[in-house]
């Protein structure tokens, strides 16, 4: 191995010899590459890119083409990464894994201070334990909420807090150096904050002493209380933080399930290792892909023996719609996560994927105002019912074929039923278009701006169909041409994210959070405190139930003992009789007497006025009382109502007016009115008519299905209805008040048997406010 020309730093000179030690393997990336230490990140590629294609496993026939190409690799990631790259120019640091990376002690400049120390028996390196190393690392609240807490979405975050007078946080440093030393190449980034000039982020996250060490996971935050001078026990923190099930535990039982569960539009990924538990830079690279990649640790033999795998090396395998072969591998001792990440980027989307939210969009198609480099997004519109796999099937073996590059010419699908929104806004309103089976392409100009044109005619099953294909074919072709526009123009809104979590799940995981955020931010004294509080609570709320119980049983046995000697004396108990309660129709309660009716329901309403009230409520609530029971009825199949004529003449008139079959004026003396009743069906629209001077065995034949028309408009005798009373039976005489209801108890027999006459309206009229 040849040396770094930086070796003359003295502590870059020991981290090199122990690397030297370890691996052995990895020299100069400049030199293995074959670029100047000053070459820029095009020529960087271009190398790669180069050399890759030559010392490729599967093209060389060279024995060592192997070891080559892992080192042409893992050369590209440093030198690809500004940041290892300037760690190596500095340092000469090539290794990513800590695993096996040896201890060594501290190297110790002279310091004017340390023999001060040195004589009182203590040892304190100033070097290692420079506060300065804080600094650099430190960040503001306005950085952790704009930054941070977004990114750690994706990228878990360690957190330290510290100020400038802490001996403690000075005597932590080299540990933390040692922590980033250790996490950042696994994807773990590590800051500080100042806990000083940081006051309130220091009480939102909890943060009671210092130092302390928080664990940021998609913006929840986890206080660390152990030590911090432990790596081991902060990365097994780390470990137990993560999402509950973010690696699924592959067996034969459920290996199959686990493979074709590719429906929620994730890739599966198979992580193989020759421990029996997974290590964190696989945890951390399933954080940041659990969108879109699904992973499982398989611990079988028998499924590494299926795929004929190396037992004594790591091996990641992806999988897609295909599962009986992984479209990516990748098998090394250590798997750097570079080379993890650059893999599964390159592959984090399913051969035919689906556009089932908004970042997925995003992603696929993303926007381009630029008509020459547009990007087209071809879309196949189905629904989620298994009738639609072969149509699907077919598309994708289309999407597959190598006529098409991904980075102009993208196939998805769509699910009709669960995007009906975004689907239904690229239908042009000018045409009648049925999306299912149809396919639309899309240009997405902006976030909100698409341009689209539908292919003609639907999608077929057929996979060597040439009429759906090659339509398909020559319009992609067409619109690919820079001078091509797509026809149509709309404004789509954000696609809905199809796995969202439910409203209860939310809810119990934020519950379930601040629970265990709250106890991570409270001490021992507070937890105490809090427990001694609940306690007593939980003891007040005993007692009270407890005496609620005793007088319950006292009152039981009160009228357990009044039951008794009711008996004794031979009383006799009265069963209870529902109350009878009549309702005042006016604006407040018209909708519900009669517009919101339910089947089957009827209100019985009788017209008065104020002088008549006393006269007639009477006579009218003995006459309805039989029918009670109608009323107290949970359904309340019969309601009770009276009406102030003055009020609502009105309505009555507009009322009498539609049940007539033609348009006439009515000239309604409101004191004829008086003693009407009115038996209303609000659901069917009809209504029955009781009035003294109304009787219905006097009322002529109808003929041809018509009312004949009276000669008179005369209120009293109900001729404004319909009806004649010119019949001789009709008695001419004065009619007394109090007699205007004798006969309402048999019209109420017949409104029950069905012989009364219904008079049918359009609409219930509007009641008068005043």
Known sequence: MKWSPHIWICRGCLIVLALWGVSGELGNPYQILGVRNTASQSEIRKAYKQLVKEWHPDKSNDPNAEEKFVEIKQSYEI??????????????????????????????????????????GAHFNFQENDITFFHKLSITTRQFDKIIVPKSSTVPHLIFFYSDWCFQCIQTAPYCRKLVDNLEPLGINFVTVHSGREKNLGRRLSIHTLPCLVLLLDGDIYVYKETITSVQRIIEFIRNKMPYKLVTKINSDNIEEFLNGWEDNRVRGLIFEPRSTIRLRYLVTAYHFRHRIAFGFVESRDIKNKYLLPHDMDTVLLFNENVSYPMASVSMKDIPTATLHHVISSKQYLALPRLSSQEIL??????????????????????SSSFYYPYRQSFMYLSQQPNYNNEKVRFVYIYYDKQTEFVNSLVPEDEIIQPLLRIVILWRRDTSHVRYEWVPGKWDTDKNSSDSTSVLEKVITRLLKPSE???????VKDLVDEHARGVVCRMYTKVFQFVERTYDGMTRDQILALFSILGTILFILAIGYFMAYLVRIEEESIQKQKAKTSNNNNSVNVSYQPELRLHEMRSETYNALVRL???????????????????LIPPFHKAVWPYRNFNYSRNKTLMFSYMYIERGLKWYKE????????DRDLNINPRNCVGTVLSINGHRKYF????AKHMEKRKKKIKNGSLPLPTEIDCESGAFIGFNSDSSDSEGGVLLQGSLLDGFSNWLDRLFEGTTQRFHVNYWPEFPIK
């Open 79 to 120: 030198l690809s990464d500004p940041d290892r790259r300037k760690r190596y120019d500095i340092h000469g640091i090539t290794e990513d894994d800590f695993y096996k990376r040896p201890e060594y002690a501290p190297l110790h400049t002279n310091h004017p201070f340390e023999d001060l120390f040195a004589q009182h």
């Open 362 to 383: 995003e992603s696929l198609c993303p926007e381009d105002f630029n008509k020459p480099r547009k990007k087209l997004c071809v879309a196949l519109v189905i629904t």
């Open 485 to 491: 526009n797509l026809p149509h123009e709309t404004i």
């Open 597 to 615: 009716l339910k089947p089957g329901c009827r209100t019985i309403v009788l017209v008065l006025d104020m002088q008549s009230r006393q006269q």
């Open 655 to 662: 009322l009498l007016q539609l049940s007539l079959p033609e």
């Open 688 to 691: 029955c008519v009781f009035h």
